[in-house]
């Protein structure tokens, strides 16, 4: 079975601290996502990554940044956490390109970290 | 422009109800792939099913069943004899292109719906 991990379910920081959340897949996927969860607005893709050091923002890029130094891996970085930042955050990852049958991969999603900024 | 719109934010069934979950989609590519997550209480994100849009036939899955209708972009959940367990939050995506496609397979996410089901 696929299994993406998070670093912590659960996390309290201060305003300004530097915050590293870590994501590992097990699967050997090529794409790895960070999103973002708030009630009422779904979730958000913050970045993704397709490869190991390549990276591509999404919609809410702001306020964070990543970093894919091995393929298992993927780390969102907020440079200086904000309270607007309080939120879930969700890893996930995929096989990219589809497989030999032409099937389409689905996204495979960690527990989530919920962070609180305070 | 892509967009997923889930307009029934909560719904409230009892038991042993049938409820249907509705998903608009919006696209102008021709190949395109649409997925329901579930998100129960945990948390976790789990994969339900996956539809490319050339494949309009309908699926059933025990209790779950899915009704894609290319002429007015819609991908339906149906949860037949619901029961408390389905208590979740249900998400529509939506990803666009196939191999080759400039998406690299990122999901576009509905806002969800809030399924509970009481006893």
């Known amino acids: 079975d696929v299994k993406v991990t998070q670093s912590s379910r659960y996390l309290v920081k201060r305003t300004g601290e530097k915050v590293f959340l870590e994501c590992v897949q097990d699967?050997?996927?090529?794409?790895m996502f960070w999103y973002r969860q708030d009630p009422g607005l779904g979730l958000r893709l913050i970045y993704f990554s397709y490869d190991v050091k390549m990276k591509e923002k999404g919609d809410i890029p702001e306020g964070y940044s990543v970093s894919r130094e091995k393929k298992e891996r993927f780390s969102l970085i907020l440079e200086s956490a904000s309270t607007n930042q309080t939120s879930m955050y969700l890893c996930?990852?995929?096989?990219?390109?589809?497989?030999?049958?032409?099937?389409?991969?689905?996204?495979?999603f960690g527990p989530g970290t919920r962070l609180t900024v305070l | 422009a892509q967009k997923v719109t889930q307009a029934q934010t909560e719904i409230s069934v009892v038991e042993k109800e049938d409820v249907t979950l509705d998903c608009v989609y919006e696209?102008?590519?021709?190949?395109?792939?649409l997925f329901w997550y579930k998100q129960p209480p945990s948390g976790e994100l789990v994969f339900l099913i996956r539809r490319n849009s050339f494949d309009e036939q309908n699926e059933i899955s025990g209790r779950y069943s899915w009704n894609f209708q290319k002429s007015t972009s819609s991908f339906n959940f149906t949860i037949t004899a619901s029961q408390v367990v389905d208590s979740a939050v249900y998400f529509c995506?939506?990803?666009?292109?196939?191999?080759?496609?400039?998406?690299?397979?990122?999901?576009?996410f509905g806002k969800g719906t809030k399924l509970s089901v009481k006893p």
């Open positions: 995506a939506l990803s666009e292109g196939g191999v080759g496609g400039g998406s690299q397979g990122n999901l576009i």
């Open positions: 699967m050997d996927h090529e794409n």
């Open positions: 996930a990852s995929s096989l990219w390109p589809p497989d030999r049958g032409g099937s389409y991969n689905e996204q495979f």
């Open positions: 696209t102008r590519d021709t190949t395109y792939y």
